[in-house]
């Protein structure tokens, strides 16, 4: 799920970040509801979308172009959704094929209801929620045995702008042939390091969405 400025995990040094949401067709701000998994062995399953000011899920259409260029990649993929909210982009990724799938959301009730969610789908074990401040998270040494993330979806509070606080943590934890999926408005100067391209991306009238290698 994607979030124009969800009330995923960011620092008490970005207020702003107490919003969250992702962008497109999505309940409005402060509303609860519902989004669905598009595709998959879940496909159908419904997710709450709480209350929280400004969570707005990323649109079924953004997801379903999204999904269709990961496919050939997903089977067997370790992936992190590190702004879970209402978790749909990290459940759709397992619902596809992903072996595992770790979800940080700094939102208490948020995360109680993504663990509540993997705990009644079959196989749904494969999600590990951790209920954390996303740079807090990122901060902490992984174990020496853990393997890099193949795919990272990356779609911060809008009006916090963190990405350029994210990449320096993140980058290091991605496995060399991974891919990234980033979300911000159109007009945030996004700037990766070299290294990264974009490999396809896509926008609606309010959102940027693009998904990045490895250049090389």
């Known amino acids: 799920m994607s979030k124009r400025g969800r009330s995923g995990a960011h620092t008490p040094a970005h207020p702003a970040a107490a919003s969250s949401g992702r962008g497109g067709n999505a309940p409005g ?32 259409r953004v997801r379903e172009t999204l999904f269709n260029w990961l496919q050939p990649m997903l089977p067997g993929a370790r992936a992190l959704d590190l702004f879970a909210g209402s978790g749909a982009l990290g459940m759709e990724a397992l619902s596809r094929g992903a072996a595992s799938a770790v979800l940080v959301e700094r939102d208490p009730a948020l995360a109680a209801e993504l663990r509540a969610l993997a705990a009644r789908l079959p196989g749904g074990e494969a999600a590990q929620v951790v209920q954390a401040d996303a740079l807090a998270w990122l901060a902490q040494p992984p174990a020496a045995d853990a393997p890099g993330f193949d795919l990272a979806f990356v779609d911060p509070p809008f009006a916090a702008g963190l990405w350029d606080a994210v990449w320096p943590a993140l980058l290091p934890r991605l496995a060399p042939s991974a891919w990234l999926y980033v979300e911000a408005p159109l007009d945030a100067p996004l700037a990766l390091p070299a ?3 974009a490999h396809r991306e896509g926008s609606t009238r309010e959102v940027r969405y693009a998904l990045y290698r490895r250049a090389g």
Do not use: E, F
Request: aromatic fraction near 6%; avoid cysteine.
């Open 195 to 197: 290294a990264w391209i």
């Open 29 to 60: 701000r402060g509303q609860a509801g519902k989004v669905r998994i598009i595709g998959g062995r879940w496909r159908g399953t419904r997710l709450n979308v709480g209350d929280a000011p400004g969570l707005r899920p990323t649109s079924d």
